[in-house]
């Protein structure tokens, strides 16, 4: 059994170092035959514009469908502010999961001494897709008295890039596999003053409380931060196809791990069940002897 096991798991172990199992989308570059930055991504950065105030009269729509205009979220408290476009299939989510998150182990309160501004980069996106998606996350953050302070918005394409060149947000628009427009973007959120200038960006799609809870105390005092370094966790690629392919390889390594884990938990029993044999033989003996 020992041997029959060691053979298995050499066997199996080539197969479950080389297995790479993607999820529904590639959320980062990965390992690129070169050291550039592949074309498509050139455009798809962000360029830190501290201190720039945002198109305050930019005009959107919020979940409701009443039409409103940045400015409308600032002259009391700061705000944390995410582009993202809702039917996002990979990214996007992962984003606004890791700022419920860090928001959860805040004490401060939405609505309250700060607002939430998540704003679609999508023009194809309306307020019945923000509204469902603004449901979602506020259930995720399970404080629903806190709605006031979430802000989740649509616009048109001028509205759109006023306030994208504005934060330094690139993003390229690519064809899915579906014949749906998607976009190549990176991940951040950006923290923003009470008079809606940037105060500071966080990068990626996991955020440190700490981190957040001092981005807001500045920003409340109209304080500028400094910029951070720019590692990217970018979105820009998805096939449906890949994924169920990668289901494919998922389901073979369960199978094998499976398998090992029967191998040696048969391979532990057999071998106490001898031990015990022998320690009784032993005994027979003894008694034999005596």
């Known amino acids: 059994m020992a041997v029959l096991f060691a053979s298995f798991a050499l066997g199996f172990l080539p197969a479950m ?32 514009h501290l201190d720039q105030p945002l198109p305050l009269n930019a005009e959107f729509r919020d979940e409701t469908g009443r039409t409103v205009h940045l400015g409308d979220y600032f002259g009391k408290r700061p705000a944390i502010l995410a582009l993202v476009y809702y039917n996002c299939p990979m990214l996007c ?32 996106e309306g307020p019945a897709l923000a509204a469902s998606q603004k449901a979602m996350y506020l259930k995720r953050y399970g404080r629903l008295d806190t709605a006031k302070g979430w802000h989740f918005l649509t616009g048109s394409q001028p509205s759109i890039d006023a306030l994208t060149q504005a934060v330094g947000f690139g993003y390229v628009t690519l064809p899915g596999p579906d014949g749906k427009n998607q976009f190549a973007h990176p991940s951040s959120i950006e923290v923003i003053t009470t008079e809606g200038r940037i105060s500071q960006y966080y990068l990626g799609v996991e955020y440190s409380a700490r981190d957040m809870r001092a981005g807001l105390v500045d ?10 370094d720019l590692i990217y966790t970018y979105c820009y690629r998805y096939d449906p196809h890949m994924a169920k392919n990668s289901m494919v390889v998922v389901r073979i390594v369960q199978f094998g791990c499976l398998l090992t884990v029967l191998a040696l938990g048969a391979f532990i029993l057999i071998s106490l069940r001898q031990e015990a044999l022998h320690g009784w033989n032993a005994e027979a003996v003894k008694k034999a002897d005596g």
């Open 17 to 48: 170092v080389h297995a790479q199992v993607a999820p529904l989308g590639e959320k980062s570059m990965g390992e690129p035959a070169e050291t550039k930055l592949p074309d498509i991504l050139q455009k798809a950065t962000i360029h830190q």
């Open 93 to 124: 989510s992962e984003e606004l999961n890791g700022l419920v998150g860090a928001l959860e182990m805040l004490k401060f309160t939405p609505g309250k001494d700060f607002d939430v501004i998540v704003a679609s980069f999508d023009p194809r």
């Open 219 to 228: 920003a409340s005092h109209g304080q500028i931060g400094s910029p951070v």
